[in-house]
């Protein structure tokens, strides 16, 4: 990434105008690097560096551009750009392998199990690779989805924003949860995050964690999380009369699915069931209470948190860095923001009428 510093200055309504040379301009227009703009200001009580994906500056314009107020650095944004950046080089950098690999591996939806190793497609660096996981695991549950009763329960196995980072920005799973939704409204999705896990996440990471638990409610789902670390250690399924197997993350291969789990695992997720609805640490009885209990377990202070997400949804976040893999998609980190925003509003907004927002 290539980031260039300049000085700025304050206008009308606190959005900055950066003092840009026609040479910057010419910097920041690079189709070949990511690029981003900081602009400092100087004297400002709260904050003196904001911004911009390189993007929103690139080339000559007729007239200076602004970047929001929104666009303080700090936690918030230090997370997005982080969780774009980062997933958005990992994955385009493996396009046309990632394409190929996964056009190689059809051959297994017609299996009602499966596994595959990561020797199947080996030139692939790791997050490719668990993209091509996830992306097979959510087609798998879809596929099987009438087999399941009304209340099922989703157990995932993210703990850490990193992980959780793919909710908000794989386009497929936004497509995922907008299915599940739509065919199991009243669906409970189950977390294992342990302290010590927090122990070793910068706030900025946990930040990207709440918004992906956030986006989950948006679309009506519940989320149950546990502390307890030995229910880490269990693969990715979903229980409500059928038992569906479906684990890619921290999995020896690229994934291993089941159309039906065997009794012995079926017991097993049974009890994680117990465990993930009876001791959930945000057990509350909305989605507005379970999000500050969150948030509070994560030790990110709720009021800022969702003046950050009020202050975004006004101006939006593609301006930070937008994604360029056609994978990859900020509609899911949008509409986490926008939920949290709208949390006294949301009775009768979620999911695809945020996203539409």
Same mark, same amino acid.
């Given at each position: 990434?290539?980031?260039?510093?300049?000085?700025?200055?304050?206008?009308?309504?606190?959005?900055?105008?950066?003092?840009? $040379?026609?040479?910057?301009?010419?910097?920041?227009?690079?189709?070949?690097?990511?690029?981003?703009?900081?602009? %400092?200001?100087?004297?400002?009580?709260?904050?003196? !560096?904001?911004?911009?994906?390189?993007?929103?500056?690139?080339? %000559?314009?007729?007239?200076?551009?602004?970047?929001?107020?929104?666009?303080?650095?700090?936690?918030?944004?230090?997370?997005? =750009?982080?969780?774009?950046?980062?997933?958005?080089?990992? =994955? &385009?950098?493996?396009?046309?392998?990632? #394409?190929?690999?996964?056009?190689?591996?059809?051959?297994?939806?017609?299996?009602?199990?499966?596994? /595959?190793?990561?020797?199947? /497609?080996?030139?692939?660096?790791?997050?490719?690779?668990?993209?091509?996981?996830?992306?097979?695991?959510?087609?798998?549950?879809?596929?099987?989805?009438?087999?399941?009763?009304?209340?099922?329960?989703?157990? $995932?196995?993210?703990?850490?924003?990193?992980?959780?980072?793919?909710? !908000?920005?794989?386009?497929?799973?936004?497509?995922? &949860?907008?299915?599940?939704?739509?065919?199991?409204?009243? /669906?409970?999705?189950?977390?294992?995050?342990?302290?010590?896990?927090?122990?070793?996440?910068?706030?900025?990471? @946990?930040?990207?964690?709440? !918004?992906? =638990?956030?986006?989950?409610?948006?679309?009506?789902?519940?989320?149950?999380?546990?502390?307890?670390?030995?229910?880490?250690?269990?693969?990715?399924?979903? &229980?409500? #009369?059928?038992?569906?197997?479906?684990?890619?993350?921290?999995?020896?291969?690229?994934?291993?699915?089941?159309?039906?789990?065997? @009794?012995?695992?079926?017991?097993?997720?049974?009890?994680?069931?117990?465990?993930?609805?009876?001791?959930?640490?945000?057990?509350?009885?909305?989605?507005?209470?379970?999000?500050?209990?969150?948030?509070?377990?994560?030790?990110?202070?709720?009021?800022?948190?969702?003046? @950050?997400?009020? #202050? !975004?949804?006004?101006?939006?976040?593609?301006?930070?860095?937008?994604?360029?893999?056609?994978?990859?998609?900020?509609?899911?980190?949008?509409?986490?923001?926008?939920?949290?925003?709208? &949390?006294?509003?949301? $009775?009768?907004?979620?999911?695809?009428?945020?996203?539409?927002?």
């Amino acid at each position: 990434m290539v980031v260039h510093y300049c000085a700025a200055k304050v206008g009308e309504h606190g959005r900055v105008t950066p003092q840009l $040379t026609e040479d910057a301009a010419t910097v920041l227009n690079r189709p070949d690097f990511r690029t981003m703009l900081i602009a %400092q200001v100087p004297d400002l009580d709260e904050g003196d !560096l904001y911004l911009s994906d390189g993007r929103e500056f690139a080339g %000559q314009r007729p007239t200076p551009g602004q970047i929001p107020a929104a666009f303080v650095l700090d936690d918030f944004t230090v997370g997005l =750009i982080w969780a774009i950046t980062n997933t958005d080089t990992a =994955i &385009l950098a493996d396009d046309a392998a990632l #394409d190929t690999y996964q056009r190689g591996l059809t051959r297994y939806e017609q299996l009602t199990a499966s596994a /595959a190793t990561t020797s199947e /497609a080996p030139e692939l660096n790791s997050v490719s690779q668990r993209w091509l996981g996830s992306y097979f695991c959510a087609s798998h549950i879809s596929r099987n989805l009438s087999r399941l009763s009304p209340h099922p329960m989703f157990w $995932t196995r993210e703990q850490r924003g990193e992980e959780a980072a793919s909710w !908000l920005l794989w386009s497929h799973k936004l497509d995922y &949860l907008r299915h599940t939704a739509r065919t199991l409204p009243s /669906a409970r999705r189950g977390f294992c995050v342990p302290e010590h896990q927090l122990e070793s996440s910068p706030r900025y990471e @946990r930040v990207v964690l709440l !918004l992906a =638990i956030a986006l989950m409610e948006a679309f009506g789902i519940t989320v149950e999380v546990n502390a307890e670390p030995d229910l880490a250690d269990v693969e990715g399924f979903v &229980l409500g #009369d059928a038992a569906i197997v479906a684990n890619f993350l921290r999995a020896p291969g690229l994934w291993y699915v089941e159309t039906s789990a065997p @009794r012995s695992r079926r017991t097993v997720y049974a009890e994680v069931d117990h465990r993930s609805s009876s001791r959930s640490i945000i057990a509350q009885s909305t989605s507005a209470r379970r999000l500050e209990a969150m948030a509070g377990y994560l030790n990110i202070p709720w009021s800022w948190f969702r003046r @950050r997400c009020r #202050d !975004l949804t006004y101006a939006g976040v593609d301006g930070i860095a937008r994604p360029r893999s056609r994978l990859l998609s900020t509609e899911g980190l949008a509409t986490a923001i926008r939920y949290v925003a709208y &949390l006294d509003k949301t $009775t009768s907004l979620q999911g695809d009428d945020l996203a539409r927002s």
